[in-house]
Nanobody, 111 residues
């Protein structure tokens, strides 16, 4: 069972990034899949999650209307589309599912 994130990088304020979380060893359609983030000196926080039943999603208030979580069951991958990025979105982003964590991918938003 493994989760591998990709897609992080450096982006300017107001820009966009799409993070990917490729799963192996289990199907992302059978579990709640989530994205978390952790900024320096802060606790890890839930950013978005997608239910294993239907396409119900949940977002942190700070990202509502800007971020979108989605799931591709054929590619067995979960995505986080991030638009209108702010400097406070700078963090390491982690994928979580089936009680496992990915290694994280750094997102840095410059002003």
């Amino acid at each position: 069972v493994q989760l591998v994130e990709s897609g992080g990088g450096l982006v300017q304020f107001g820009g966009s990034l799409r993070l990917s979380c490729a799963a192996s060893g289990f199907s992302v359609s059978n579990y709640v899949m989530s994205w978390y983030r952790q900024a320096p000196g802060k606790e890890r926080e839930l950013v978005a999650s997608i239910s294993n039943v239907g396409r119900s999603t949940n977002y942190a208030d700070s990202v509502k209307g800007r971020f979108t979580i989605s799931r591709d069951t054929i590619k067995n991958t979960v995505y986080l589309q991030m638009n209108s990025l702010k400097t406070e979105d700078t963090a390491v982003y982690y994928c979580n599912g089936r009680f496992r964590w990915g290694q994280g991918t750094q997102v840095t938003v410059s002003s």
